[in-house]
C-alpha cells in the first residue's frame, strides 16, 4: 500500500495528517482515505505530498518496484550545482 511508505517518512520528520494536509492543501480526510482504506492518489496529488515532505516519487514507489521484480530506473537528469553553473 502506498502509505505504507509515506508514513514512515512522517513519523520521521515528526508530521501529522493534518500538518501534511495544510502544506500540500489535500483534505484531510482524503489523507485519512490514503491511510486507512488504502485509497491511491491521484498523481498530482502524490507529487503535492512528495514535495511536502521532500522526498522522491520514486523513493515512495521503490516497493512497487520491488515487488514486481525491478529495479527503480536511472535517474535521467543529473543536476549540476549551482556554483558550477555560475564558474566563467
Not at 520521521?12 to 482524503?30: C, E, F, H, M, V
Not at 488504502?38 to 518496484?65: K, T
Amino acid at each position: 500500500m502506498w502509505w505504507d511508505k509515506v508514513q514512515p517518512i512522517m513519523i520521521r520528520q515528526n508530521r501529522s495528517i493534518y500538518w501534511l494536509a495544510k502544506q500540500t492543501g489535500i483534505l484531510d480526510n482524503t489523507l485519512y482515505q490514503y491511510k486507512n482504506k488504502g485509497v491511491e492518489p491521484s498523481f498530482r496529488n502524490a507529487c503535492r505530498i512528495a514535495d511536502a515532505l521532500q522526498v522522491s516519487l520514486l523513493e515512495l514507489r521503490e516497493d512497487e518496484y520491488q515487488r514486481n521484480g525491478r529495479e527503480l530506473p536511472p535517474s535521467t537528469v543529473e543536476l549540476i550545482p549551482y556554483k558550477e553553473l555560475n564558474d566563467d
